[in-house]
Antibody, heavy 121, light 107 residues
Framework: EMQLVQSGAEVKKPGESLRISCKGSGYSFTNYWISWVRQMPGKGLEWMGRIDPSDSYTNYSPSFQGHVTISTDKSIDTAYLQWSSLKASDSAMYYC??????????????WGQGTLVTVSS | TVLTQSPGTLSLSPGERATLSCRASQSVSSNSLAWYQQKPGQAPRLLIYGASSRATGIPDRFSGSGSGTDFTLTISRLEPEDFAVYYCQQCASSPQAFGQGTKVEIK
C-alpha cells in the first residue's frame, strides 16, 4: 500500500532550527516528485516547492525561496522540509504530496497526514 | 500565474447544483489545472486533473470544464459529504500556485 507518513507535531521557539520529514513507502520513491504545501491556521493552501528525489532537483515558490530548504535522502525514501531560524509566522500545518504526471502537469494524488508546527516563545 | 476563485463562499442545500469558478491571470499550459477538496482536519484530496479528468474513485457528480484562463468545477447534486472547501491549482509549471479556495456550506 502506497503511503506518505509525516513526522509528528513540533513546538519550537523563534530562532530555533527544525527539520520535518515525509517518508514514502509502497512505491519506488525516486520515480515521483514530492511537493510541500503550507496551510496557516484557518487559511488556504500555499505551494512551497517540489523536489525530484532521483537527483534532488528542486523548485521553490518565490514566496518561500531562501526561507526553507527542501531535500531528500533516497537511501531511506524520505523527503525533508527544513528551517534554519524559525519565526512565529512559520506556525502552520505542513503537508507533503506525491506528484504524478499526466499530460504536461504534475498533480498531488497522494498526501501525507500533515505536520503541525507551532513556533512560540 | 495567479488563480482567483469565486465565489468565496457558496451556501446551498443538499441536492442542489454547485458551480465553482477559477480564473487564471494567464493561460494555463495544456489545461494542466487541478481541483482539490479539503474537509476540516484532513489533507486535500485530488478530484480533477487536466481540467476535466476525474481522479480515481471520484464520483461522477463531480465534473470539471474550461480551458485557457477560465475553469469550472461543477457538483451536479450536492451530497452531505460534499460540504467542504475546494481549491484549484495550476500544475503546468513551477510555482504550482493554488487559488484561495471556495467554501461550500450548508444553507
Amino acid at each position: 500500500e502506497m503511503q506518505l507518513v509525516q513526522s509528528g507535531a513540533e513546538v519550537k521557539k523563534p530562532g530555533e532550527s527544525l527539520r520535518i520529514s515525509c517518508k514514502g513507502s509502497g512505491y519506488s520513491f525516486t520515480n515521483y516528485w514530492i511537493s510541500w504545501v503550507r496551510q496557516m491556521p484557518g487559511k488556504g493552501l500555499e505551494w512551497m516547492g517540489r523536489i525530484d528525489p532521483s537527483d534532488s532537483y528542486t523548485n521553490y515558490s518565490p514566496s518561500f525561496q531562501g526561507h526553507v530548504t527542501i531535500s531528500t535522502d533516497k537511501s531511506i525514501d524520505t523527503a525533508y522540509l527544513q528551517w534554519s531560524s524559525l519565526k512565529a509566522s512559520d506556525s502552520a500545518m505542513y503537508y507533503c504530496a506525491r506528484l504524478e504526471g499526466y499530460g504536461n502537469g504534475y498533480y498531488g494524488v497522494y498526501w501525507g497526514q500533515g505536520t503541525l508546527v507551532t513556533v512560540s516563545s | 500565474t495567479v488563480l482567483t476563485q469565486s465565489p468565496g463562499t457558496l451556501s446551498l442545500s443538499p441536492g442542489e447544483r454547485a458551480t465553482l469558478s477559477c480564473r487564471a491571470s494567464q493561460s494555463v499550459s495544456s489545461n494542466s489545472l487541478a481541483w482539490y477538496q479539503q474537509k476540516p482536519g484532513q489533507a486535500p484530496r485530488l478530484l480533477i486533473y487536466g481540467a476535466s479528468s476525474r481522479a480515481t474513485g471520484i464520483p461522477d457528480r463531480f465534473s470539471g470544464s474550461g480551458s485557457g484562463t477560465d475553469f469550472t468545477l461543477t457538483i451536479s447534486r450536492l451530497e452531505p459529504e460534499d460540504f467542504a472547501v475546494y481549491y484549484c491549482q495550476q500544475c503546468a509549471s513551477s510555482p504550482q500556485a493554488f487559488g484561495q479556495g471556495t467554501k461550500v456550506e450548508i444553507k
